[in-house]
Nanobody, 118 residues
C-alpha cells in the first residue's frame, strides 16, 4: 500500500540545522508541510518529477529539498533554524506537483516534531 514515513526531527538551538527524511514509496511529486502548535498546517516546500522546487517565502534561502531516487527518499535540509520553525513536519504526496496547498494532497506521513529553542 501507499506509505510515507518522516524522520529526522528533534530539538535544537536557534541557528542550528536538521535534515528531515521522507520515505516516499516511489512518489516523485512530494511536498513538505508543517503545523506549529495551535496553528493551521502550512506549506513549506515541494518538488516535482523533474526536480523543480517551490518554497514558502518563510523558508527561502534556509531550507533546501533534495532526493535520492535509488532509495525513494526525499530530504528537507533546514538551516538557520529559528523558534518560529517549531512545528510538526509532514511529507505529503498524491497532490498537484509543486502545490503548497495541503488540501491538494491525499497521502500523508505521520509527522516528525521539530523544536527550536531560543
Amino acid at each position: 500500500g501507499v506509505e510515507l514515513v518522516e524522520s529526522g526531527g528533534g530539538s535544537i538551538p536557534a541557528g542550528g540545522s536538521l535534515r528531515l527524511s521522507c520515505a516516499t514509496s516511489g512518489f516523485t511529486c512530494v511536498a513538505w508541510f508543517r503545523q506549529p502548535p495551535g496553528k493551521e498546517r502550512e506549506g513549506v516546500a515541494a518538488v516535482d518529477f523533474l526536480g523543480n522546487t517551490e518554497y514558502a517565502d518563510s523558508v527561502k534561502g534556509r531550507f533546501t529539498l533534495s532526493r535520492d531516487h535509488a532509495n525513494n527518499t526525499h530530504y528537507l535540509q533546514m538551516n538557520s533554524l529559528q523558534p518560529e520553525d517549531t512545528a510538526m513536519y509532514y511529507c505529503a504526496a498524491g497532490g498537484q506537483c509543486l502545490s503548497l496547498t495541503s488540501s491538494e494532497y491525499n497521502y500523508w506521513g505521520q509527522g516528525t516534531q521539530v523544536t527550536v529553542s531560543s
